[in-house]
C-alpha cells in the first residue's frame, strides 16, 4: 500500500469539524480518511488559526498555491471555494517559485524530498504561510512541517520564520505543535 493510499487513525490534536467537513470519500462510508485528506483538513485548520497583516492580499480571497498540480493527491483542491474567516479559498496548482509572493499559503509537497531552500529563504519576509511533508521542513526555514508519527499526522512549527514574515499563530496551535521552534 502506498503512502497516499495508506488509512489513518485521525490525531485528536487538530478540532475534528474541519476535516469532517471537507466531504471526502472515506468519510461517507465509514472508513478512515487518507493520509492526504487528513492532511488537507490540517491545512484548513491551520489558516484559521493564523492571522495576516492587513496587506497580505485582497480580504476577500485567500489565495493557496502548491509547487505540484496535484498536491496531495489532487485533494488540496477541494478546499477551492471554501469559506475560511470570510474569505473564499482559492487554489491554484501548480504555482512557480517566482509568483509564490503572491499567495497566502503556499504547500511544498515532498515528492522529490528536495526542498526549494533559496525560493524560501526570498519569503523570508513576505506574509505567506509555508507548510510542507518535507522532512525537517520547520528545521530547514519553512513554518509548519507536516510529518507523520504512529500512523498520525503530527506538525512542527518554526515560530521564528512566522514571525519574520509578519505571521501570528495562535498559541492554540503552538500548543498542539510536537515541537516549537522559537
Same mark, same amino acid.
Given at each position: 500500500?502506498?503512502?497516499?493510499?495508506?488509512?489513518?487513525?485521525?490525531?485528536?490534536?487538530?478540532?475534528?469539524?474541519?476535516?469532517?467537513?471537507?466531504?471526502?470519500?472515506?468519510?461517507?462510508?465509514?472508513?478512515?480518511?487518507?493520509?492526504?485528506?487528513?492532511?488537507?483538513?490540517?491545512?484548513?485548520?491551520?489558516?484559521?488559526?493564523?492571522? =495576516?497583516?492587513?496587506?497580505?492580499?485582497?480580504?476577500?480571497?485567500?489565495?493557496?498555491?502548491?509547487?505540484?498540480?496535484?498536491?496531495?493527491?489532487?485533494?488540496?483542491?477541494?478546499?477551492?471555494?471554501?469559506?475560511?474567516?470570510?474569505?473564499?479559498?482559492?487554489?491554484?496548482?501548480?504555482?512557480?517559485?517566482?509568483? =509564490?509572493?503572491?499567495?497566502?499559503?503556499?504547500?511544498?509537497?515532498?515528492?522529490?524530498?528536495?526542498?526549494?531552500?533559496?525560493?524560501?529563504?526570498?519569503?523570508?519576509?513576505?506574509?505567506?504561510?509555508?507548510?510542507?511533508?518535507?522532512?525537517?521542513?520547520?528545521?530547514?526555514?519553512?513554518?509548519?512541517?507536516?510529518?507523520?508519527?504512529?500512523?498520525?499526522?503530527?506538525?512542527?512549527?518554526?515560530?521564528?520564520?512566522?514571525?519574520?514574515?509578519?505571521?501570528?499563530?495562535?498559541?492554540?496551535?503552538?500548543?498542539?505543535?510536537?515541537?516549537?521552534?522559537?
Amino acid at each position: 500500500m502506498t503512502r497516499r493510499t495508506r488509512k489513518l487513525a485521525l490525531c485528536v490534536a487538530v478540532p475534528l469539524p474541519a476535516v469532517l467537513l471537507l466531504g471526502a470519500g472515506g468519510f461517507v462510508d465509514g472508513s478512515s480518511p487518507s493520509e492526504d485528506e487528513v492532511k488537507v483538513g490540517f491545512i484548513l485548520n491551520f489558516i484559521k488559526y493564523t492571522t =495576516w497583516p492587513a496587506a497580505a492580499g485582497d480580504d476577500a480571497t485567500l489565495r493557496i498555491c502548491a509547487d505540484h498540480a496535484q498536491a496531495l493527491s489532487g485533494r488540496l483542491h477541494s478546499l477551492n471555494g471554501r469559506q475560511v474567516m470570510a474569505r473564499t479559498i482559492h487554489v491554484v496548482a501548480p504555482v512557480r517559485a517566482a509568483d =509564490w509572493r503572491g499567495c497566502q499559503v503556499l504547500f511544498l509537497e515532498g515528492v522529490d524530498g528536495n526542498l526549494p531552500v533559496d525560493g524560501l529563504r526570498a519569503l523570508a519576509a513576505t506574509p505567506v504561510l509555508t507548510i510542507s511533508d518535507v522532512p525537517d521542513f520547520a528545521a530547514q526555514g519553512g513554518m509548519i512541517g507536516l510529518k507523520l508519527r504512529a500512523d498520525r499526522v503530527r506538525f512542527d512549527i518554526n515560530q521564528g520564520a512566522s514571525r519574520r514574515a509578519g505571521l501570528v499563530l495562535s498559541s492554540q496551535l503552538l500548543k498542539l505543535a510536537d515541537e516549537v521552534t522559537p
